[in-house]
């Protein structure tokens, strides 16, 4: 397509319940990343993706956390029995090339209630 | 490790004002890159320009411009001019040499409101 598209936009949830947030990148981009805002934050990197490369998982903030990317395209983002300190905006952003301007997607605003 | 300070929290500007943005980064690497994104309210990050480490050339694109001094570690963006379409958060960013996963660290990001 033609930008990094993400999927829901909005997501309301209760405490304990697992979500999947999807990106689908921009074809053709190697490198897919996501990153997490929340309210009033700035961006915190979560998971890095890199071709047929092992993720860099160092940003996830513990194990409920995972993250998965099929056929070197669209990744999910899990989050297992969610916390509401989990409520925040989670972007994705693709790039065809590590020094390139990373496309960012609109992004999944996560409420856990 | 990389670090990005934007210290300035909010902004606000009466249209037409010039108004700088600060950015300031530390880094051990002597291969990196310097970003400014911008977040409108509508909430997707634009991208608005790259600089590498290798390059200190002042650069202008209409009303903006970008002054990048590394004897003082600072990436400062002023738009010139503002507009009420200038409203929005920035943020400035730094990618690493390649080899650690070129993720882009954050700034905490400037909101600059620009008023009619």
């Known amino acids: 397509g033609a930008g990094v598209s993400q999927s829901p936009s909005n997501k309301v949830t209760e405490k304990g319940k697992d979500v999947e947030l999807r990106c689908d990148p921009i074809s053709g981009h190697t490198a897919l990343y996501w990153y997490r805002q929340s309210l009033g934050q700035g961006l915190e990197f979560l998971i890095y993706?890199?071709?047929?490369?092992?993720?860099?998982k160092s940003g996830l903030p513990s194990d409920r956390f995972s993250a998965e990317r099929t056929g070197g395209s669209v990744s999910t983002l899990t989050i297992q029995r969610t916390q509401q300190e989990d409520s925040a905006v989670y972007l994705c952003a693709s790039t065809r090339q590590w020094d390139y301007g990373y496309t960012f997607g609109s992004g999944t605003r996560l409420t856990v209630v | 490790a990389q670090k990005v300070t934007q210290a300035q929290t909010e902004i606000s500007v009466v249209e037409k004002e010039d108004v700088t943005l600060d950015c300031v980064y530390e880094?051990?690497?002597?291969?990196?890159?310097l970003f400014w994104y911008k977040q409108p309210p509508s909430g997707e990050l634009v991208f608005l320009i790259r600089r590498n480490s290798f390059d200190e050339q002042n650069e202008i694109s209409g009303r903006y411009s970008w002054n990048f001094q590394k004897s003082t570690s600072s990436f400062n963006f002023t738009i010139t001019a503002s507009q009420v379409v200038d409203s929005a958060v920035y943020f400035c960013a730094l990618s690493e040499d390649e080899t650690s996963g070129s993720r882009l660290t954050f700034g905490e990001g400037t909101q600059l409101t620009v008023n009619p």
């Open positions: 880094t051990r690497d002597t291969t990196y890159y």
């Open positions: 993706f890199q071709g047929n490369s092992a993720p860099d």
